[in-house]
């Protein structure tokens, strides 16, 4: 479904260059949960990054459902990002002006013109109650983020990048900012969600999140290491 | 939508953005004040100008004036039926004003009026004051002082003549405001001395006994109404003539090569019939009218002998032509002017020397041509002083600019994730714009409600400030010939000042926007 095929980036520093990606070569699978692991400042998120169409490679090409995502005029990228990829960050990133609610109909609210927006008003209000219940705080809808905890955010966060139904989630680094059990309950929810069929690419450097992965990769100097550890076998046939 | 949402979220949870309406709306109502009252104090000129002169105003330029008015009036209405209505000659003249009760003399401009037909060439009739509630009672012919006595029956009226008006205004009227305005009225003063007539605020002297006609019998004067009334510091006026004060003004008799003929100086003496409220100060503070004849007769421009035994022609110094309704301006003038010419060639034979002079220079002008240098300078102080507080509010657009700056400058982390999400530079610039439209939208609505607010009561308000400080009585009447500042705000340019504050505040947000548009999303989402 996604294969990314020899990207290289590099960011200047003044006279020299910083090379983070040479040559990255990577695909996942519909219905894998794919966990990219590497040290702090090996790349990982310039990658993600670069998967999510919201950055562009030096080099290189990426592809998803059979579509290169860097020859699509900018505008079909925008589209890919608003329909095809739900992104889960670090840091949350959440709208503090809007409620919960808010926050997690905001991607459907780009989606959709103004016309069409009240047209599928109800439906996509159902859906975003159905992702909600699902993270469990259809009790907190009209909350704004800064009356959350961090698991609270990082759910609704999830909510968020799931409500256009896109076929990949990308995450990075989702609990790296939660303690140990909050960070568990994200990852059983991503866990749980993947296992209902949503391909999941993760990026995170704790090798014991990357236990619940179908498969690990790492990166190591911007290249792709070798598959070192593979993880219980799960991966669908 | 997601753009209209946001901006619509901004909007009421970001309180900077009062900061913008409120720089919108005061920029809005301080334009809408300015060209309101500019505006209003433009249609005041033409109103007024038309009210004052009837539609077409023929005359020379002369203080002895021209002859054969009378002539080209029958042979207008003879030759012109469906183009002239009406036609009357009015006498402009110079001389001193003179209360004999009192101390109070100034120049003044007498107009020898033939008042029924000149108030239905003009607008004259409607600023009378005794008129509207005695009508029928005002007349420029010879009279006594009408003064309030005790009826047998013990009750203090007037005499039956004008209660019998006044009861006849009061059943007409169908405003019931104006009835209690009038009973508020200062209505007579007790036992004031009969010869002069000289009272404080009321309208009628009382005399002792029945209510009757005193004194002697003087030819009637309408006095503008400011040299009747004087101002009060908080802006109020008080009477100080009651109906039938004697009045006398001295006057300054031409012949036609212009030269102080007779004996002067004339005196005339008058007794006070009614006051005229034009609305234009130059008109109501210097200006009174007399009876046509009597003054001609007393300016020596009614037929006079001469040396050789020949006759003068009668003169008069303006003829006021009102047009039939649906005639053209200047298509009324245009015909008049060609009478004119012909009724000229017409009479060659029978005019001397001295009438072809003053004849050949006689003017036939609307009353936009009169007023013309004055209304042009009017309307281009009002776009001058207009573009003047334009420019000032220009203040507003940069304004609206560093706001804007500053909440993209706040926003960039929520820029970047509305474009992680899928949203386009187009979008995030547009949703800036909107925001700011919406700014533009509140503050104007704001503005326009402000500055309505204040032009209706803008003479409230200035008579507040003039009671703290007279120093604060901004509007001068005498400066700006009207009383009144004008209260009227005109919907088309509510409508236009509130577009352009709307669109001045998108403008205002542009460059912001951009820059919200150029912003990138990964490097914004890189750190908390
Ligand atoms: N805009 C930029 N300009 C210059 N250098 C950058 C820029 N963005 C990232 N880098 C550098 O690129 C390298 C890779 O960054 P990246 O964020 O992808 O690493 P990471 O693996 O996600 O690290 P972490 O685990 O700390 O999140 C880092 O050394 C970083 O300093
Ligand atoms: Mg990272």
């Given at each position: 479904m996604l294969k990314a095929h020899n990207i290289h980036k590099s960011y200047k520093m003044g006279p020299s260059e910083l090379r983070v990606l040479r040559g990255v070569g990577l695909s996942a699978e519909r219905g894998e949960f794919l966990v990219i692991m590497g040290s702090s400042g090996s790349g990982k998120s310039t990658l993600l990054h670069i998967l999510g169409a919201l950055d562009t490679p030096d080099q290189g090409s990426v592809e998803f459902g059979g579509r290169r995502l860097f020859d699509m005029p900018?505008?079909?990228?925008?589209?890919?990002?608003?329909?095809?990829?739900?992104?889960?960050?670090?840091?949350?990133?959440?709208?503090?002006?809007?409620?919960?609610?808010?926050?997690?109909?905001?991607?459907?609210?780009?989606?959709?013109?103004?016309?069409?927006?009240?047209?599928?008003?109800?439906?996509?209000?159902?859906?975003?109650?159905?992702?909600?219940?699902?993270?469990?705080?259809?009790?907190?809808v009209k909350h704004r983020p800064a009356e959350l905890s961090g698991g609270e955010r990082q759910r609704v966060a999830i909510a968020r990048a799931l409500i256009n139904s896109p076929s990949l989630l990308l995450a990075d680094e989702p609990t790296g900012n939660l303690d140990a059990s909050m960070g568990a309950d994200i990852l059983n929810l991503l866990t749980e969600l993947n296992k209902d069929g949503q391909t999941v690419v993760m990026v995170t450097h704790d090798p014991v999140v990357a236990k619940r992965a179908h498969r690990v990769v790492s990166l190591h100097d911007g290249e792709i290491v070798e598959p070192e550890m593979v993880s219980s076998g799960l991966l669908p046939a | 939508m997601y753009k209209w949402f946001l901006a619509w979220r901004y909007l009421h949870t970001k309180l900077i953005a009062f900061f913008g309406v409120a720089a919108v709306s005061l920029c809005v109502a301080m334009v809408l004040v300015v060209l309101s009252v500019m505006g209003g104090f433009l249609d005041s000129v033409r109103t007024r100008s038309k009210g004052l002169f009837g539609d077409i105003v023929m005359a020379n330029a002369t203080l002895q004036g021209f002859p054969m008015y009378q002539e080209f009036t029958d042979y207008l209405l003879k030759e012109l039926p469906d183009t002239v209505a009406l036609s009357t000659p009015a006498i402009n003249s110079y001389g001193v004003f003179r209360v004999p009760a009192t101390t109070q003399t100034v120049p003044t401009r007498i107009m020898g009026i033939c008042l029924d037909d000149y108030a239905r060439v003009t607008e004259f009739g409607e600023g009378l004051h005794y008129e509207?509630?005695?009508?029928?009672?005002?007349?420029?012919?010879k009279q006594q002082i009408p003064v309030a006595g005790h009826t047998a029956s013990g009750k203090l009226e007037l005499p039956k003549e004008l209660e019998e008006a006044n009861r006849q205004w009061r059943a007409a009227e169908t405003n019931p405001k104006a009835i209690e305005t009038f009973d508020e009225l200062p209505y007579v003063t007790v036992a004031y001395p009969l010869t002069d007539g000289y009272s404080s605020e009321r309208m009628f002297a009382e005399g002792l006994g029945e209510p009757g006609y005193r004194n002697k019998a003087l030819p009637g004067a309408i006095l503008g109404c400011d040299l009747v009334f004087y101002r009060n510091a908080d802006g109020r006026f008080s009477r100080h003539l009651a109906r039938g004060a004697t009045v006398a003004v001295t006057l300054m008799p031409l012949s036609t090569t212009g030269n102080v003929g007779g004996e002067p100086p004339v005196k005339l003496l008058m007794r006070y019939s009614d006051d005229s409220h034009t609305g234009i100060f130059e008109v109501d503070?210097?200006?009174?009218?007399?009876?046509f004849q009597t003054l001609q007769h007393k300016l020596?421009?009614?037929?006079?002998?001469?040396?050789?035994?020949?006759?003068?022609?009668?003169?008069?110094?303006?003829?006021?032509?009102?047009?039939?309704?649906?005639?053209?301006?200047?298509?009324?003038?245009?015909?008049?002017?060609?009478?004119?010419?012909?009724?000229?060639?017409?009479?060659?034979?029978?005019?001397?020397?001295?009438?072809?002079?003053?004849?050949?220079?006689?003017?036939?002008?609307?009353?936009?041509?009169?007023?013309?240098?004055?209304?042009?300078a009017v309307e281009k102080e009002k776009v001058l002083v207009t573009s003047l507080f334009g420019l000032i509010s220009m203040v507003a657009v940069v304004l609206v600019g560093c706001i804007f700056y500053m909440i993209v400058e706040k926003k960039t982390r929520d820029i970047g994730i509305v474009k992680a999400l899928g949203g386009s530079a187009r979008g995030v610039a547009a949703l800036f714009v909107a925001y700011a439209g919406a700014v533009g939208i509140v503050g104007a609505i704001l503005g326009v409600f402000l500055g309505c607010l204040f032009v209706w009561n803008v003479n409230d308000i200035q008579d507040l400030l003039a009671q703290l400080n007279p120093q604060l009585r901004i509007w001068s009447p005498d400066v700006y010939s009207f009383d009144k500042i004008p209260e009227v705000v005109k919907q088309a340019d509510a409508v236009w000042v509130g577009v352009m504050a709307i669109v001045a505040s998108m403008v205002g947000s542009l460059v912001p926007a951009i820059l919200a548009a150029r912003v990138w999303p990964v490097k914004a989402l890189r750190y908390e």
């Amino acid at each position: 479904m996604l294969k990314a095929h020899n990207i290289h980036k590099s960011y200047k520093m003044g006279p020299s260059e910083l090379r983070v990606l040479r040559g990255v070569g990577l695909s996942a699978e519909r219905g894998e949960f794919l966990v990219i692991m590497g040290s702090s400042g090996s790349g990982k998120s310039t990658l993600l990054h670069i998967l999510g169409a919201l950055d562009t490679p030096d080099q290189g090409s990426v592809e998803f459902g059979g579509r290169r995502l860097f020859d699509m005029p900018t505008s079909l990228r925008e589209q890919f990002r608003n329909r095809e990829v739900g992104f889960v960050f670090q840091f949350y990133h959440l709208l503090p002006e809007l409620t919960v609610l808010e926050n997690v109909l905001l991607p459907a609210l780009v989606k959709h013109s103004f016309f069409s927006w009240f047209k599928n008003r109800s439906d996509t209000r159902r859906a975003a109650a159905k992702m909600l219940d699902r993270v469990g705080l259809l009790q907190r809808v009209k909350h704004r983020p800064a009356e959350l905890s961090g698991g609270e955010r990082q759910r609704v966060a999830i909510a968020r990048a799931l409500i256009n139904s896109p076929s990949l989630l990308l995450a990075d680094e989702p609990t790296g900012n939660l303690d140990a059990s909050m960070g568990a309950d994200i990852l059983n929810l991503l866990t749980e969600l993947n296992k209902d069929g949503q391909t999941v690419v993760m990026v995170t450097h704790d090798p014991v999140v990357a236990k619940r992965a179908h498969r690990v990769v790492s990166l190591h100097d911007g290249e792709i290491v070798e598959p070192e550890m593979v993880s219980s076998g799960l991966l669908p046939a | 939508m997601y753009k209209w949402f946001l901006a619509w979220r901004y909007l009421h949870t970001k309180l900077i953005a009062f900061f913008g309406v409120a720089a919108v709306s005061l920029c809005v109502a301080m334009v809408l004040v300015v060209l309101s009252v500019m505006g209003g104090f433009l249609d005041s000129v033409r109103t007024r100008s038309k009210g004052l002169f009837g539609d077409i105003v023929m005359a020379n330029a002369t203080l002895q004036g021209f002859p054969m008015y009378q002539e080209f009036t029958d042979y207008l209405l003879k030759e012109l039926p469906d183009t002239v209505a009406l036609s009357t000659p009015a006498i402009n003249s110079y001389g001193v004003f003179r209360v004999p009760a009192t101390t109070q003399t100034v120049p003044t401009r007498i107009m020898g009026i033939c008042l029924d037909d000149y108030a239905r060439v003009t607008e004259f009739g409607e600023g009378l004051h005794y008129e509207r509630y005695y009508p029928g009672t005002t007349s420029l012919e010879k009279q006594q002082i009408p003064v309030a006595g005790h009826t047998a029956s013990g009750k203090l009226e007037l005499p039956k003549e004008l209660e019998e008006a006044n009861r006849q205004w009061r059943a007409a009227e169908t405003n019931p405001k104006a009835i209690e305005t009038f009973d508020e009225l200062p209505y007579v003063t007790v036992a004031y001395p009969l010869t002069d007539g000289y009272s404080s605020e009321r309208m009628f002297a009382e005399g002792l006994g029945e209510p009757g006609y005193r004194n002697k019998a003087l030819p009637g004067a309408i006095l503008g109404c400011d040299l009747v009334f004087y101002r009060n510091a908080d802006g109020r006026f008080s009477r100080h003539l009651a109906r039938g004060a004697t009045v006398a003004v001295t006057l300054m008799p031409l012949s036609t090569t212009g030269n102080v003929g007779g004996e002067p100086p004339v005196k005339l003496l008058m007794r006070y019939s009614d006051d005229s409220h034009t609305g234009i100060f130059e008109v109501d503070s210097l200006q009174m009218y007399v009876d046509f004849q009597t003054l001609q007769h007393k300016l020596a421009m009614d037929p006079q002998e001469r040396m050789d035994g020949t006759m003068t022609r009668a003169r008069t110094n303006q003829l006021l032509i009102k047009l039939k309704e649906g005639v053209g301006l200047n298509e009324g003038k245009a015909a008049i002017q060609a009478a004119w010419m012909e009724f000229l060639v017409l009479n060659a034979g029978v005019l001397d020397a001295y009438d072809i002079r003053l004849l050949g220079s006689v003017r036939v002008s609307t009353w936009e041509d009169l007023q013309r240098d004055f209304i042009a300078a009017v309307e281009k102080e009002k776009v001058l002083v207009t573009s003047l507080f334009g420019l000032i509010s220009m203040v507003a657009v940069v304004l609206v600019g560093c706001i804007f700056y500053m909440i993209v400058e706040k926003k960039t982390r929520d820029i970047g994730i509305v474009k992680a999400l899928g949203g386009s530079a187009r979008g995030v610039a547009a949703l800036f714009v909107a925001y700011a439209g919406a700014v533009g939208i509140v503050g104007a609505i704001l503005g326009v409600f402000l500055g309505c607010l204040f032009v209706w009561n803008v003479n409230d308000i200035q008579d507040l400030l003039a009671q703290l400080n007279p120093q604060l009585r901004i509007w001068s009447p005498d400066v700006y010939s009207f009383d009144k500042i004008p209260e009227v705000v005109k919907q088309a340019d509510a409508v236009w000042v509130g577009v352009m504050a709307i669109v001045a505040s998108m403008v205002g947000s542009l460059v912001p926007a951009i820059l919200a548009a150029r912003v990138w999303p990964v490097k914004a989402l890189r750190y908390e």
